[in-house]
């Protein structure tokens, strides 16, 4: 099927699709790959991406690759279930293994918890996936990294992961599905390689989400680590380091048995699963979190060290909108996105160093008031966002409220009298947030340089 020669009814009812299909996948020798699903008999979609390689990859290469390339298939198809969230899965080019579809249960049900709980649907998705039999299967033996492949997203996280692995000794690349301005500024600054992948989604996609669809939020990073990962085998990269920190496994809020969080597929719990559906694939190429001990605060506080990037990184989701005539060109400074990273970076820059970066001192702007204290669950759960936990952000106001260089601004004097006087000692306390954690499955090979970049 050409993409976009079939339409979805003019009027999409959700509740006719009884199934979501997995038909079939392929990659070429130039790197195309394409991913076909459908609902029902129709509508089909499918997925076109081009991934980047160094030449012709010969078929023992692509047969190599055909594991994680399946596995990509099966994360992908999280953007077309959602439309309809059926209740039968039907897989008609292979079974996953165990431990793949362990980790597509997850992605497909507490992946779309927010979705579901946005679009005020009355549970969760809880898809079951036919799987092969087989246990599961073990790690590939630890070996030493020699080509680390880190994706590059263009905000301050990548940039410290960057930093972290050049400091390692390894040969670096970078990867980025698309090159959008701040991730194109990141990569040249680093003045590494850079892979760049091309991502077309079904334009049936669209017109279904016009005309009724479910649409939200997916668990897009999973889908990232997966192109990342078959970027990293075709290459003959020996890893995949992610720069999610620790943050991202605390949730937003309790729905329908399950937490809730806008960061899923970023969470530790995610990456593991994906660790295991990754072994059970026989590749050698490992993937992990290079910032998962440390939370965003540390993370901020390594990233203010790192001044060539300040003009280059954004986080804001403005500038990544799918829609080009919709995309900010910087900081649009009335997010929780900007205003956390904003709040994050506060403690350790000064406030004409801020202002220079997001092109405003967000924190004398009283109007701002309820944003900040909103990220430390001041009157409703944490937004659903990137943003770090609610006592990292009480942490950096606490901070913020003895640093005479920021301590007498509008929004940092109500938080201090408003926010921080409600707060209970122990809660944010700089030092413990600050602190690196244990919880992570960082290779021994780069701990010392995890410590070197993110410590005091």
Excluded at 121 to 134: D, V
Excluded at 269 to 287: H, I, N
Excluded at 425 to 453: K, M, Y
Aim: proline content about 7%; some cysteine.
């Amino acid at each position: 099927m050409a993409v976009g020669a079939e339409h979805p009814p003019a009027v999409f009812d959700r509740s006719a699709f009884e199934s979501f299909r997995f038909l079939g996948r392929g990659l070429d020798a130039e790197g195309r790959v394409r991913l076909d699903y459908a609902l029902d008999d129709e509508p089909r979609f499918s997925e076109l991406i081009e991934l980047p390689i160094g030449g012709p990859l010969d078929a023992g290469r692509r047969e190599r690759a055909a594991g994680l390339l399946a596995l990509t298939h099966w994360v992908a198809g999280v953007s077309y279930f959602k439309t309809a969230l059926p209740s039968r899965i039907s897989c008609e080019s292979g079974l996953p293994g165990p431990a793949a579809a362990a980790l597509l249960e997850a992605l497909y049900s507490e992946g779309l918890a927010e979705l579901a709980f946005s679009n005020r649907l009355a549970s969760l998705p809880r898809p079951s996936f036919p799987r092969r039999a087989g246990g599961p299967a073990p790690p590939p033996a630890p070996q030493r990294l020699e080509r680390i492949l880190v994706p590059v997203g263009g905000g301050k996280d990548s940039a410290v992961a960057i930093e972290i692995a050049r400091r390692s000794g390894a040969e670096v690349a970078l990867f980025s599905i698309g090159n959008a301005p701040p991730i194109a500024r990141t990569a040249a600054v680093a003045g590494l390689e850079h892979l760049v992948a091309r991502r077309t989604l079904d334009p049936l996609l669209f017109e279904a989400n016009a005309a009724g669809a479910l649409n939200g939020h997916i668990p897009i990073t999973a889908i990232v680590t997966c192109l990342a990962l078959l970027t990293a085998a075709l290459n003959s990269f020996d890893a995949v380091a992610m720069a999610n920190e620790r943050s991202a496994s605390a949730g937003n809020l309790d729905w329908d048995g399950v937490e809730v969080n806008h960061q899923f597929s970023k969470g530790l719990r995610a990456e593991r699963l994906l660790s295991a559906a990754v072994a059970e694939t026989g590749s050698p190429v490992r993937q992990f979190s290079l910032l998962r001990g440390a939370s965003e605060l540390a993370i901020a506080r390594a990233f203010a060290r790192m001044e060539p990037y300040h003009a280059a990184f954004t986080s804001c989701n403005a500038g990544f909108r799918i829609d080009p005539t919709r995309r900010a060109a910087g900081w649009c400074c009335d997010c929780p996105k900007c205003r956390f990273v904003f709040l994050a970076l506060a403690p350790f820059s000064s406030p004409a160093h801020l202002r220079e970066v997001f092109g405003a001192d967000l924190l004398a702007d009283e109007s701002q008031f309820e944003g900040f204290a909103l990220l430390a669950a001041s009157g409703g759960p944490k937004p659903f966002e990137c943003v770090g936990e609610e006592q990292e952000s009480v942490a950096a106001m606490r901070l913020l409220a003895e640093d005479e260089r920021w301590r007498s601004h509008p929004v940092v004097k109500r938080l201090a009298r408003e926010v921080l006087a409600g707060q209970p000692e122990s809660f944010g306390v700089p030092e413990a947030v600050l602190a690196l954690r244990d919880d992570h499955d960082v290779p021994a090979q780069l701990l010392e340089d995890v410590r070197a970049v993110l410590g005091a």
